[in-house]
């Protein structure tokens, strides 16, 4: 059995060691003379023969973990130049693919050695890939050439329909914005350059009836995430997604000198975690961004959301399937854009030299009541024949009106948003209509079922 002599790691955790170990083996056991001892006096079968031993069957603990490691260093002194065999790479363990890769993109070489550079091609890590903004920006920066790596919660049970068609050109990882480990797992594997973050609790009624679960991941969660970028990626630059919902009260138009007075445990959570990312910014010199996006929509927006609702609504009346379609607060005024021309401008903030805050608006303001008009419009119909005020949707606190002033996006990153208002709700009208059996119920024969 190849030995190793013991060493000191009392002030690591058994989880702080699995995810800083890349980090920490390069910094502490790149010139130990007993890893190096340990590649003079084995021959590379030898130390794969004592890998594979280690973990054939049970998960190893603290002690055979920290040996394990020692020996992949040991077999990156012994043959720096060449890749891990097959063998070693193909090891069922949870987190073990992740460090091989790693340790082979950037070989532990002794100081007499040159370190092989890394691929040029950037690296982003999407949080929140399930969602709307997560389908157009992966897009984008696929388009970009970027390696793209998406988080996705383990029990979510939202699908990835909106990056389904992109699952063969991005890697998922699960995490969540409520564990902080999978979130410095998370950062560890995918080694990002840049880091969208787009997870959050977002739909405002469910904050009122669940604050806390609401708090937890749109607000601490991002400070997990702040913690896990300054501890395992501090170079990498970070784009926090904030909302128009933190404006609340305060008149429009609002910019980014506007106060803030939130009128919902969800537009409570986004200032939260708005100013932990200043806080990080400005305390540890991160590049931390806060885009405080208003209103945005698409094809790909979920139905909860109201612009959604109206847009399925209308074709589910089109289609015969209901009469009528419930809504709220018909006055409540909103500055409406296309989610695509949103996630350039979240692009175009992590491409400038320095960090900053922007808003991101289209400078235009519409009811609900304008998008139902041109909704059912679009299909020939009259909304006031179908449209029904239903109390229960009504906020306990409501925001009236919220009207973008984004001429610094404009100055700063030359973003100008492209999809006018009305061709943004045709768009999702003609979807909806279009593609009944992609919103619908359906029946176990999977036939759409009104």
Known sequence: ??????????????SLLVANIPEYLCKRWREDPAIIRIAKENSTEDIVKEILGMVGSAELDFGETVRLYALLVSLSLKDPNSPFPKEIKTLKIKWFPEIVDFMERRRFVTSEAPVVSTPAKKRALITGISGQDAGWLAELLLSKDYEVFGLKRRTSNGSLCRVEHLLDRIRIIEGDM???FSLSAAVRQSRPDEIYNLAAQSFVKVSFQQPEMTGNITGLGVTRLLEAVKTCAPKAKMFHCSTSEMFGLTPPPQNENSPFHPRSPYGCAKMYAYWMTVNYRESYGMFVSNGIMFNHASRKRGPEFVSQKIAQGVASI???FSKTLELGNLEAKRDWGHAKDVVEAMWLVLQQDKPDDFVIG?????????FCQLAFQRVGLDYEKHVVINPEFYRPAEVDYLLADA?????????????KFQDLVNEMV???????????????????SP
């Open 1 to 14: 059995m190849i030995t190793l002599e013991p060493l000191e790691l009392s002030e690591l955790s058994f």
């Open 178 to 180: 409520t564990d902080a």
């Open 318 to 320: 089109h289609h015969g």
């Open 362 to 370: 289209t400078g235009e303001a519409h009811s609900v009541r304008d």
């Open 407 to 419: 001429s610094k996006a404009r100055r700063v990153l030359g973003w100008v948003p492209k999809v």
């Open 430 to 448: 003609d979807w909806a209509v279009d593609h009944p059996e992609e919103w619908m119920p359906k029946t176990p024969s999977g036939k759409v």
